[in-house]
C-alpha cells in the first residue's frame, strides 16, 4: 500500500462534545452544490422564476398595510405604513423561511442521507445560505423604496445602524439553523412536529413586532408591564434594530439585544449537539 495516498477514516460520534465541525471545512465545495440546488429547484417551472423573492413579500406587506396598518391602526405614526411593514418582512422572511426548510432537513432529504456519507450538518448549513440569495434580492428592492420615501421627506430616516445589517443577519441565520435542526432532530422520532412547525411560526411572527409597532401598545413599550417578557423573545431585538436603521423609529436597547446573542448561541450550540447525535441513527426511525 501506498503511504503517501491519503486515506479518509469515518468513525462514530464517541461523545456529546465530539462533533467534528472542522469537516465540514473539507465539504464547502458540496455546501455551495446544495445551495445552487436549492435556489434552482425552488424556482424550476415557475413562469416568474426569482420574481416571486419580491412578490411574496410585496403581497404581504400590501395585506399587513391594509388590515393591521389602516384598519387596527397597528403601524408606527409618522413613516409610511408600507415600508414600516415592509422592512418587517424582509427581515422575518428570511427568518422563518430558513426555520421551516431546516426543521425537514431529514425527512426531506431521507434518500440522500441513507445512500452516501458526508457531514449532516451540510444540508441545513446550504439552507441558510441559499435563503441569502432571496433575501439579497428583497432586500434590494427595500432599499429602493427606503431612498424613495427618505428623499421625498416622508419621515424615513436611515441612520449609521444599517452597518449592523451583516451582523443582523448572521443572528437570523444562526437562531434559525440552531432552532430548525433541534426541530428536525426531533422530528425523526415525532412526526407530530412537523405539523407544529407551520403554526408555531405564525405564533411566533404575533410574538414579534412584525405586524405591529410595540412601542405604540402600552404594554409592549418601554417602562410598560409586560416589556421585559416581551423583549425576551430573540427575535423582537433584531426586528427593532433594523427598523431603526433603516426608519429611524423606534429604538435600540443594547442590553436585551446581548441576551437575545446569549438566546441564539445557546439555541445553537445545543442544536449542533442534538443533530450530531440523532444523525446517527436517524435511518433507523425516519
Same mark, same amino acid.
Given at each position: 500500500?501506498d ?11 464517541t ?15 458540496l ?9 434552482v429547484s425552488?424556482y424550476?417551472?415557475t ?6 423573492a419580491?412578490?411574496?413579500p410585496?403581497?404581504? #406587506?400590501?395585506v399587513?398595510?391594509?388590515?393591521f ?25 428570511y ?5 421551516t426548510t431546516?426543521?425537514? #432537513? ?7 442521507l441513507?445512500?452516501?456519507?458526508f457531514?449532516?450538518?451540510v ?5 441558510v445560505l ?7 434580492i428583497?432586500?434590494?428592492?427595500m432599499i429602493?423604496f427606503?431612498i424613495?420615501f427618505?428623499? #421625498?421627506?416622508?419621515?424615513?430616516h436611515?441612520?449609521w445602524?444599517m ?5 443582523l443577519?448572521l443572528?437570523l ?6 432552532v ?6 426531533a422530528?425523526?422520532k ?5 405539523m ?5 411560526v ?5 410574538a414579534t413586532p412584525?405586524?405591529?409597532?410595540m412601542?405604540s401598545?402600552?404594554?409592549f ?12 423573545n430573540p427575535?423582537t431585538?433584531?426586528?427593532n434594530?433594523?427598523r431603526?436603521?433603516y426608519l429611524g423609529?423606534?429604538?435600540v436597547d ?7 446573542w446569549?438566546?441564539?448561541l445557546?439555541?445553537?450550540?445545543i442544536?449542533v449537539?442534538?443533530?450530531?447525535r ?6 433507523d426511525?425516519?
Amino acid at each position: 500500500m501506498d503511504e503517501n495516498r491519503p486515506v479518509t477514516v469515518i468513525k462514530p460520534h464517541t461523545g456529546w462534545l465530539d462533533l467534528h465541525l472542522g469537516e465540514l471545512l473539507h465539504y464547502k465545495d458540496l455546501i455551495f452544490l446544495f445551495v445552487k440546488r436549492n435556489f434552482v429547484s425552488l424556482y424550476k417551472q415557475t413562469v416568474l422564476g426569482p420574481a416571486w423573492a419580491v412578490i411574496q413579500p410585496l403581497l404581504t #406587506t400590501v395585506v399587513f398595510s391594509l388590515v393591521f396598518g389602516n384598519i387596527a391602526g397597528l403601524a408606527a405614526d409618522g413613516v409610511p405604513t408600507f415600508i414600516f411593514y415592509l422592512t418587517a418582512n424582509v427581515m422575518w422572511g428570511y427568518f422563518s423561511g430558513c426555520l421551516t426548510t431546516t426543521s425537514s #432537513t431529514f425527512i426531506a432529504n431521507s434518500g440522500i442521507l441513507g445512500k452516501v456519507y458526508f457531514p449532516r450538518l451540510v444540508m441545513p448549513i446550504s439552507t441558510v445560505l441559499s435563503k441569502l440569495i432571496d433575501f439579497a434580492i428583497q432586500y434590494a428592492f427595500m432599499i429602493i423604496f427606503v431612498i424613495y420615501f427618505a428623499l #421625498t421627506n416622508s419621515g424615513v430616516h436611515p441612520n449609521w445602524y444599517m452597518l449592523m445589517t451583516p451582523v443582523l443577519l448572521l443572528q437570523l441565520a444562526m437562531l434559525s439553523l440552531g432552532v430548525g435542526i433541534i426541530i428536525s432532530a426531533a422530528t425523526t422520532k415525532y412526526r407530530d412536529l412537523r405539523m407544529l412547525v407551520s403554526f408555531g411560526v405564525q405564533l411566533w411572527m404575533y410574538a414579534t413586532p412584525v405586524a405591529y409597532d410595540m412601542f405604540s401598545i402600552a404594554g409592549f413599550a418601554p417602562g410598560g408591564k409586560y416589556y421585559h417578557i416581551y423583549m425576551c423573545n430573540p427575535v423582537t431585538p433584531i426586528i427593532n434594530m433594523f427598523r431603526y436603521a433603516y426608519l429611524g423609529i423606534g429604538g435600540v436597547d443594547w442590553f436585551y439585544y446581548g441576551i437575545s446573542w446569549v438566546v441564539t448561541l445557546v439555541i445553537l450550540f445545543i442544536g449542533v449537539i442534538m443533530f450530531t447525535r440523532v444523525e446517527r441513527t436517524f435511518m433507523d426511525t425516519v
